[in-house]
């Protein structure tokens, strides 16, 4: 069975610093990898994929992850952290269309 | 191009009722999956949907059931509602192996 693994249900972040959220899967076929954003009171939104290809993958409002088999990770960056960026972020690993999420980071950005 | 959209937006039951709530899908897509989202965790997969079909099933109880039309349009039913029940239901809809886009969820409260 495929799952993943976010550590740190609450992050808080600087205005204009780095953000980093870690994820670790389990998988027993390779991987399809997804990370998602929910903003208060609304649904998902994808931020960024990895299925085959680059393991560097670049997404939506400036957030990056890179896949490394290696680490079994799939860690999400962004550089400057904006206050439009507070939101709970998942992580996701796909098996036949079937989406095992984490537990999510509530990111909050401090000013 | 609508994406996907659900219905109700909120719901309030009781318990020992049933509900049913809806979803359409994005324009081309032919698949639909549910999750439950339980307050301050991540979705969980409940079922998916695939040419009128149930295709695959999470580890939930009978009371949860579906549907999917000719139009690729579904439901999902909840009998004999428990408190635990409450929770934000989402749905989801692809096409093969495409990313799954997020409807904004319908908000279930169980008294």
């Known amino acids: 069975a495929q799952s993943v693994t976010q550590l740190g249900s609450h992050v808080s972040v600087s205005e204009g610093a780095l953000v980093l959220l870690r994820c670790n899967y389990s998988s027993s076929v390779p991987p399809y990898l997804f990370w998602y954003v929910q903003y208060p009171n609304q649904g998902l939104q994808l931020l960024l994929k990895y299925t085959t290809g680059a393991t560097l993958v670049k997404g939506i409002n400036g957030f990056e992850a890179e896949f490394k088999k290696s680490e079994t990770s799939f860690h999400l960056t962004k550089p400057s952290a904006h206050m439009s960026d507070a939101a709970e972020y998942f992580c996701a690993v796909s098996a036949l269309g079937r989406l095992a999420f984490g537990k999510g980071n509530q990111v909050v950005v401090i000013p | 191009d609508a994406g996907v959209t659900q219905s109700p937006t909120h719901l309030i039951k009781t318990r020992g009722q049933q509900v049913t709530l809806r979803c359409s899908p994005k324009?081309?897509?032919?698949?639909v999956s549910w999750y439950q989202q339980a307050l301050g965790q991540g979705p969980q997969f409940i079922f998916q949907y695939y040419e009128e079909e149930e295709r695959q099933r999470g580890n939930f109880p009978d009371r949860f059931s579906g549907h999917q039309f000719p139009n690729y349009s579904s439901e999902l039913n909840v009998n004999a509602l428990l408190l635990g029940d409450s929770a934000l239901y989402l749905c989801a809809s692809f096409s093969l192996q495409e990313t799954q886009y997020f409807g904004p969820g319908t908000r279930l409260l169980v008294l």
């Open positions: 324009s081309g897509h032919d698949t």
